[in-house]
Each structure stands twice: as C-alpha cells, then as structure tokens.
C-alpha cells in the first residue's frame, strides 16, 4: 500500500499566486523525487533530491528533503495556467533498489 | 529521440479475456518498470526489470498478471483472465540505471488505459 501521504489532495489558485504542498512517511526514504503528470500522459520528473536537508530549485520550483529523511516540500512560485497537472512525489526507501513508492498526488488547478 | 512506447493507447475488453500490454523501452536503459494507476490506490509499482531480469514483482496483484522481458528493447504485461476490477491505466518505464539515487530520473510512456467490461 501506499506509503507517502501528500498535502493538499487538490488546489484551486488563481494565475499568479505561490503553491505549496508536501509529502510525509512514517518511515526514513533515502530519496526524494517530485514528479508531474499532465492529462493523458504519464509522469515527468521535475527535481530530484539525494541528502537530508538538500534544497534545490529548477525555475520556478523548488524542492526541500526534510532533515528527519521523513519529508519533502514542493514550492512553485507566480503560477501560470500550465502548471495545472497532479503533482507525485516518489522515494526510494533503499540506495540498493530502483524500486520508487510514489505518493498520492496533489492535483492543482490554476485559474487566469 | 523516441521515449518509452507503449500500446495500446486503450483497449476495452470483456470479462476473461486475455490482454497483453506492450512497452518498448528507452534505448540504453537497463531498468524497466510497470505501474498501475487508478483513482482508489494510485501509481502502484507491480514489477521492475534490470537487464531483463525480474528484480522485485511483490505488487504483481495474483497469479493473473504475468510479465516478461524477452530482450532489452521489449516487454510485456499480460493478464489471464482479466476482470472488471483490472481497469486502470498501465504505464511502463525505464530508467538508465540500477539505483535511482545514482540515476534519478524514471521515463514514463503514455500509459496503457484499460477497460475490462
């Protein structure tokens, strides 16, 4: 089963305005990746992160692996219509695997 | 450059019927991956390949769905006899690496969307 909980499940935010959502574990991941999935298509990778306390950005956005390796924060600011989509974070729990948990998803819907 | 190719975009099939998904993975890429995607449990892992060999299928759900990795540049998914409850959206993915945290990325098709009737 599912073992990343996300944060909000949905938003709604008008055109312009700063997105913050959140993924939580009970247990360690050793990392963290937030990925996009646009209607009709499948997921596409927007950041990834590999050390606890990491923060890196990519544009607009911009990723946090929590301190305690049990959480991730994504952040996209001045939103634009194109950012509509669900929003995945994923993690591995082992450096010695490919296998990747996804979370449940944070669907955004941006209004002009 | 081509991405992972899958097919069928979508099949609608009745009860018991045999289905077999396709994926063509990334040239290169030595890991392949299968998920499931439906609204109640989301994106599921069900089987992961590296170098054609099955590493964890754990979310394989019963002795229904099977899959196979012939060689580097294909793979199947089949489920034998499918029923109503398998409707969902079927990806495939590759990646270039064994570990994700060397790797970092998993390139998805456009995903396979099943209707079992």
């Known amino acids: 089963g599912q073992q990343l909980n996300q944060s909000p499940q949905s938003m709604f935010i008008q055109e312009g305005e700063d997105v913050s959502m959140n993924c939580t574990s009970s247990s360690i991941f050793n990392t963290w990746l937030w990925y996009k999935q646009d209607p009709g298509e499948g997921p596409v990778l927007l950041i990834a992160?590999?050390?606890?306390?990491e923060l890196t950005s990519n544009g607009r956005l911009t990723a946090q692996f929590g301190i305690t390796r049990k959480d991730s924060f994504l952040n996209i600011s001045a939103s634009i219509p194109s950012d509509v989509g669900i929003y995945f974070c994923a993690g591995t729990r082992s450096y010695n695997t490919d296998k990747l948990i996804f979370g449940t998803g944070t669907r955004l819907q941006v209004f002009p | 450059d081509a991405g992972v190719i899958q097919s069928p975009r979508h099949e609608v099939t009745e009860m018991g019927q045999e289905v077999t998904l396709r994926c063509k993975p990334i040239?290169?890429?030595?890991?392949l991956f299968w998920y499931r995607q439906t609204m109640m449990r989301g994106l599921e892992l069900l089987i992961y390949f590296n170098n054609n060999v099955p590493i964890d299928d754990s979310g394989m759900p019963e002795d229904r769905f099977s899959a196979k990795m012939p060689n580097a540049s294909f793979s199947t998914l089949k489920i034998q006899p499918s029923e109503p409850r398998d409707s969902a959206v079927y990806f495939c993915?590759?990646?270039?690496?064994?570990?994700?945290?060397?790797?970092?990325?998993?390139?998805f098709g456009e995903g396979s969307r099943l209707t079992v009737l």
């Open positions: 040239s290169g890429h030595n890991s």
């Open positions: 992160l590999y050390k606890a306390g």
């Open positions: 993915a590759s990646s270039p690496g064994l570990r994700i945290s060397n790797t970092g990325e998993l390139f």
